[in-house]
């Protein structure tokens, strides 16, 4: 299959293919030009299923995601019932996993990620407006996405626990 361009709320993904050995089953390969999420663009994005389904439930088992410069990490997810009812997890790094929770449809779509010990360096250190203070440390993330009203207005509330946040300026005082 191949779409020119797929578009959600805040999401766009823009030449997209996907090859499968079958619909209910087997491997398959996902690749992506470029996708936009709220602001952030990856490049030349590619998810690889050892197991795919798009018949109901939806699922990939044993997949690797990877994005120009980012990657590879371990990730499985399924899409279930007429609620589409969303589990997955998504491993960026040795002992940091994203899970993510939710139902995408229904009168209130939601969607709900957590992750453990997440490293604010590498999260932080690339960013413009922090890569001069060398951030470091580990966070505990948990947000919240829950649609409200029309499908472009998202409602998001986090909550980010920083046991151990370091940061310096270059001149040392800050």
């Given at each position: 299959?191949?779409?020119?361009?797929?578009?959600?709320?805040?999401?766009?993904?823009?030449?997209?293919?996907?090859?499968?050995?079958?619909?209910?089953?087997?491997?398959?390969?996902?690749?992506?030009?470029?996708?936009?999420l709220s602001g952030?663009?990856?490049q030349d994005v590619q998810l690889d299923c050892a197991?795919?389904?798009?018949?109901?439930?939806?699922?990939c088992r044993g997949g690797?995601?990877?994005?120009?410069?980012?990657?590879?990490w371990p990730i499985e997810f399924s899409v279930r019932g007429a609620q589409r009812e969303i589990r997955g997890s998504l491993r960026i790094e040795q002992d940091v996993r994203v899970d993510v929770t939710g139902t995408l449809g229904g009168s209130r779509p939601h969607l709900l990620l957590k992750t453990a010990g997440l490293d604010l360096?590498?999260?932080?250190?690339?960013?413009?407006?922090?890569?001069?203070?060398?951030?470091?440390g580990r966070?505990?993330?948990?947000?919240?996405?829950?649609?409200?009203?029309?499908?472009?207005t998202l409602n998001v509330r986090v909550r980010l626990d920083v046991?151990?946040?370091?940061?310096?300026?270059?001149d040392g005082l800050r």
């Open positions: 299959l191949h779409f020119k361009s797929v578009s959600a709320p805040a999401l766009t993904l823009e030449d997209v293919r996907v090859s499968a050995s079958a619909l209910s089953g087997g491997a398959a390969a996902i690749r992506i030009a470029r996708a936009r952030r663009e990856l197991d795919f389904s798009v018949l109901p439930p939806q699922h690797v995601l990877r994005a120009r410069g980012a990657g590879p360096g590498r999260l932080l250190g690339g960013e413009p407006a922090f890569k001069s203070y060398a951030p470091a966070a505990d993330i948990r947000a919240e996405v829950t649609q409200t009203g029309t499908p472009s046991p151990a946040l370091r940061f310096s300026s270059q």
